[in-house]
């Protein structure tokens, strides 16, 4: 995504896996067990307020043989947090919008202090225009889960009111809410629920608050593929009106505006990093079968056809196994870079391919997967359809 706007990320391009990851919040330590699995050369660190969490997430390390993975049982501001500065990437999910103000200032700092000199920090957050049809619910099953009984047992109270609320009719919104929650249920599980009705200092913001909150870094692009292209997703009328944008915040406002959506994980770096040459970089995979790819991507502006015989050429060369971007683009036969990446582009928006890093050994991912099913832990495949096996 940096190298899409222009940027270099801050990785050892002499030896691409050997970057320092920081997982801020990372809760079970799914996140960096995986990574450490997928880059044996990285150093990949989770750390969390949650002891018992930190705790089986070391187990699992330890049975998947996987050395390079450390857990820190830790509050922002912790002392032990020290040991785990100097991150190229620093990631927090699940974080900003979910507690009170005082700790997200603490939340922020313990951010930008992790960070190497050149870091990079992704850092996930709840928009207002995308939650204002639920704030509402929200609210409702918030206040109705105030209380000291345990925490299910309130989340099932407050789903209950909120299904006695929503049958009065007055307000079409509570149905519509409580319909939304019931399928957020059946997704992500009442674990989600709890994390992101229930918390205390739940808050949804504009990404401008954030990039303000985050200064003195500059923000740079959401992690988001099919929002990667200004061409691909906003239409040229609302382009111009992004072009007339008097600051910075109007822009990232007007976008958070125009995109609608409830939630953004936003990339920072700091103002002055390193312009990148070239996207002609690391490797990307075809995740669609070959023989069912759509060349009809379909983006929040409309939908962009890309049928034509360079796309063709690009995804019968991906359907042999991921290739280094560079071989890719040689391979393709493309005139410019410019149509190359185009088509590209076009492919990992719809998502149907990924950028991702050289394939290496699989023994660690092996490992890493015996290790989860003898713990009987299953990695759902719905909380994230844009993640990416490479933090470029």
Known sequence: MLRAKGFAPPRVESSPGAFRHVDLGCGSGLTTLMLAAAYPEATCIGIDANANM?????????????????FIPARFGDPALKAAENADYVTANGVYSWVAAPTRDQFIETVKALRAPNGVAVVSLNLTPGWLAMAPTQRLLNDAARGGAPLMDRLDAARSFLQVAAETGRRPELAGGAERVDELGDTYGPAYLAHEFLAGGWSAFWTSDLAQHMQPMAYRATTYLDLLRDD??????????????????????????????????????????????????????????????????????????????????????????????????????????????RVLDALMASRQAIPTAAPKSPDGADRLKAALAEAKIIIPRAPSRYGTPAPE
């Open 232 to 341: 691909f997703a906003l239409t040229k009328a609302e382009r111009a009106a992004l072009e007339a944008s008097p600051t910075a915040d109007a822009a990232l406002s007007f976008r958070d505006i125009t995109h609608g959506r409830a939630h953004a994980r936003a990339i920072f770096q700091p103002e002055g990093a390193p312009l990148s040459p070239t996207r002609l970089t690391g490797w990307t995979q075809l995740i669609a079968p070959a023989n069912s790819v759509d060349y009809v991507c379909k983006t929040p502006a409309g939908s962009l056809s890309f049928d034509n015989a360079l796309a063709h050429r690009i995804v019968a060369a991906l359907a042999d196994g991921p290739h280094a971007t560079s071989e890719l683009f040689a391979e393709s036969g493309a005139s410019s870079e410019a149509a190359f990446w």
């Open 54 to 70: 930190i705790e089986a997430a070391t187990a699992l390390a330890a049975k998947a043989d996987l050395p390079n993975a450390r």
